[in-house]
């Protein structure tokens, strides 16, 4: 090959996209320098002699490239590959997370729905309006009352009128405790949930038992010889003292003590949604922060095959040119 022939050569090669990143500043400086010399020098023995060398170091630096890029490569494609696999296996995880949350929480949402409504007859049953309504209608049969049978009558109707009232309100209260159990179970079959269930209700057993003792002390009242040559009008005012007074407070401290259970029944189980919709949301965000992670991997991976592309053309432009050149 002659002197302008090589120097075609490495002035193409120069040319060529990359190579100015490809070289470090003094091998660039060196690079020109030697191109001139073949340009411009007549018959330039030792340009011929440095241009073996430089070709055979920039090919070496060429392949040490290649062989980094390659590893780099097959990592991104690793990373991609199990980014990939991760993402899969948690967007289904949400998928099947979602669709099993999305239908406990509609099934929930109606048995709370159920329970306010129901919970409100309860509290209807047990309010204040619903007992005084049986004192005054008894106390006005207990003034009316002409005779001492018929004046114990009313007086023991009274709390008999209580307990039916109470049993009335137990059996709705049964079936709240129902629906407020079907809930929580709605929960109890997914593994690793655990919902703590509310605090209890108001034990109607206490209640029913001072309704009973109620009673008792009502029928003693009316057995009560003292009591039954009493006067009407003291009587009931002794009578409202020992029976109603008692009888309304019951009442109220179960209506306190139910409305009490029925605003947190649901509480618990509302806390425990709200927490896994947050899971799910954290969840749903680290899938998107590992897809946004897979674009910058990709991105790398497409600069990556763009550098290792323009680096087998030097390689192969390098190649040829020291085929070419004279054998020392």
């Given at each position: 090959m002659t002197q302008n022939g090589l120097a075609a050569e490495l002035e193409t090669f120069l040319a060529l996209p990359g190579v100015p990143d490809l070289l470090d500043h003094g091998r660039w400086t060196d690079a020109h320098e030697l191109l001139e010399n073949l340009k411009n020098a007549p018959s330039d023995e030792a340009a011929y002699a440095r241009i073996r060398p430089f070709f055979e170091a920039i090919l070496a630096s060429v392949r040490h490239?290649?062989?980094?890029?390659?590893?780099?490569?097959?990592?991104?494609a690793g990373l991609i590959l199990k980014n990939q696999e991760v993402a899969e296996r948690l967007e289904e995880k949400l998928g099947a997370e979602q669709q099993k949350g999305q239908q406990a929480w509609q099934s929930i949402n109606i048995a709370r729905k159920l329970l306010a409504r129901q919970g409100a007859m309860?509290?209807?049953?047990?309010?204040?309006?619903?007992?005084?309504?049986?004192?005054?209608?008894?106390?006005?049969?207990?003034l009316a009352s002409r005779?001492?049978?018929a004046l114990t009558q009313a007086m023991q109707s009274l709390t008999l009128q209580a307990v039916a009232l109470f049993e009335n309100a137990q059996r709705q209260d049964?079936?709240?405790?129902?629906?407020?159990?079907?809930?929580?179970?709605?929960f109890d079959d997914s593994p690793g949930i655990a919902v703590p269930r509310p605090q209890l209700q108001p034990d109607l057993g206490d209640y029913s038992r001072a309704l009973q003792a109620l009673d008792e002390k009502t029928r003693a009242f009316c057995r009560s010889t003292i009591n039954l040559i009493t006067d009407k009008n003291s009587l009931a005012k002794k009578f409202g003292l020992e029976i109603v007074l008692p009888l309304r407070a019951l009442f109220a401290q179960l209506r306190t003590e139910t409305e009490?259970?029925?605003?947190?029944?649901?509480?618990?189980l509302q806390e425990h949604v709200h927490l896994q919709k947050m899971q799910l949301e954290n969840l749903a965000e680290d899938i998107a922060k590992i897809k946004d992670y897979l674009l910058t991997l990709e991105a790398r991976s497409e600069e990556a095959k763009i550098m290792l592309a323009r680096?087998?053309?030097?390689?192969?432009?390098?190649a040829g040119m020291m085929a070419r050149l004279p054998q020392a």
């Open positions: 490239g290649l062989s980094e890029l390659r590893h780099e490569e097959d990592t991104l309860l509290l209807k049953r047990l309010d204040n309006e619903s007992i005084e309504n049986l004192v005054a209608k008894n106390l006005e049969v207990i005779t001492t049978v049964r079936q709240i405790k129902l629906l407020v159990d079907a809930m929580y179970a709605r009490q259970w029925l605003s947190g029944a649901s509480i618990p680096l087998l053309r030097q390689e192969a432009a390098i």
